[in-house]
């Protein structure tokens, strides 16, 4: 199986930018790269959605180098309400019916 | 108007009880998905299914199935519940061939 990598938390201030990593060394050639937040007794949100290069949206950046085996999740200053539990989600090439995946999740505490 | 709801939002019981947790879309998407959260804040998928095609996590035990009556329903079956299946289930559902999932608020389940 895909081993996915995700720091396990990280911690910053009100108004920094922070920069989340997903690795997936195995992602299947044709799928895309997406994620997730998730606050307390919620279901996981969709932030963003990449293939490859650059995706920005209102709210981040996604940055996919060429060879896909990574992910990077950009929040530009972020505020107290992003504090939150952040997954990548994509689909493994070894797995025979193409299940979807989501990393380990990183937990993000924004202190003021 | 909730796009994806759950039912029940709280759900105990005993070992060796049979459940169901329901699961219903309005967002006209072709595949749903059910998920369990463990403590460890984990996002496994169990299923995804559309109206052609189910996949199984091979991991999930047989004591699970999900059930869909229409395209708007997925119901998660449970039998001969055991004290390693209390977690948080999601539900969620995705237009077909994208991994933009909109996920219900989520159902927690304890097995006494």
């Known amino acids: 199986l895909a081993k996915t990598t995700q720091p396990i938390s990280m911690d910053s201030y009100e108004g920094q930018e922070v920069n989340i990593t997903c690795s997936h060394n195995?992602?299947?050639?044709?799928?895309?790269i997406t994620w997730y937040q998730q606050f307390p007794s919620q279901g996981p949100r969709f932030i963003i959605q990449g293939y490859k290069t650059k995706v920005t949206n209102e709210v981040a950046s996604l940055f996919i180098p060429a060879d896909r085996k990574s992910s990077t999740l950009s929040l530009p200053r972020v505020s107290l309400s992003d504090t939150a539990v952040y997954y990548c989600?994509?689909?493994?090439?070894?797995?025979?019916?193409?299940?979807?995946?989501f990393g380990s999740g990183t937990r993000l505490q924004v202190q003021p | 108007d909730t796009a994806v709801s759950q039912t029940p939002k709280y759900l105990v019981t005993q070992m060796g009880n049979d459940k169901s947790i329901k699961c219903e879309q309005n967002l006209g998407h072709d595949t749903m998905y059910w998920y369990k959260q463990d403590s460890k804040k984990f996002l496994k998928i169990m299923f995804s299914?559309?109206?052609?095609?189910?996949?199984i996590n091979e991991t999930v035990p047989n004591r699970f199935s999900p059930k869909s009556p229409d395209k708007a329903h997925l119901n998660l079956h449970i039998n001969s519940l055991e004290l390693g299946d209390s977690a948080v289930y999601f539900c969620a559902s995705s237009p077909i061939a994208k991994n933009i999932q909109y996920f219900g608020a989520g159902t927690r389940l304890s097995v006494l």
């Open positions: 299914y559309n109206n052609k095609e189910l996949i």
């Open positions: 989600l994509f689909r493994p090439m070894d797995t025979g019916r193409r299940a979807l995946t």
């Open positions: 195995n992602i299947a050639t044709n799928d895309y």
